[in-house]
């Protein structure tokens, strides 16, 4: 496979990864009214499908923050890093095939929330809330979406693969 090639076919799960994150929540925007439950997936309290949203960013950090300063941080900063992200995955031959797909992976889970702090007014959508069992005191994690659940699963398998992988850098 071609070096160009092996650069670029990556940024397909980029945009399966922002396709499946923009339909499943307009499918829940649509048809579900904000704080509503859904349901109980496994009817076992595990898994709930419940819409809320996210005028923040991760865990709802900067919840607290101006209004007049939330467009900076949570609009022109992220587009600012995935832009230089961007660039440096093109620059660089300091990644390996698997580390392309996961900075691929990355994007696309930063471009899904980007595209709905954009242009969702109401904030983002979440809408997956797992039970934690009490882990860090928490009863359930943080409700989430397919870009958060994207952006964690690829960091840690980049991470990963810097830790302990080899690979040919391409």
Not at 12 to 27: E, G, N, P, R, V
Not at 115 to 131: E, T, Y
Request: charged content about 20%.
């Amino acid at each position: 496979m071609r070096e160009k090639t092996k650069k670029i076919l990556p940024f397909s799960l980029t945009a399966f990864i922002i396709l499946a994150d923009q339909i499943s929540k307009m499918w829940i925007a649509r048809n579900y009214p904000i704080a509503s439950f859904i349901s109980d997936v496994f009817n076992n309290d595990l898994l709930w499908i419940i819409h809320v949203r996210n005028k923040a960013v991760a865990f709802s950090l900067g919840d607290n923050l101006p209004m007049s300063i939330r467009p900076a941080l949570f609009i022109v900063l992220p587009v600012i890093v995935l832009s230089a992200v961007i660039v440096y995955y093109f620059r660089s031959k300091d990644f390996t095939l698997l580390q392309r797909w996961a900075v691929a992976g990355i994007l696309g889970g930063g471009i899904g929330n980007l595209i709905d702090r954009i242009a969702r007014p109401d904030g983002v959508v979440d809408f997956i809330s797992v039970k934690f069992f009490g882990i860090f005191g928490l009863d359930r994690w943080p409700t989430f979406n397919i870009a958060d659940s994207s952006v964690v699963v690829c960091c840690i398998i980049l991470l990963l693969s810097i830790v302990f992988g080899k690979g040919e850098k391409i």
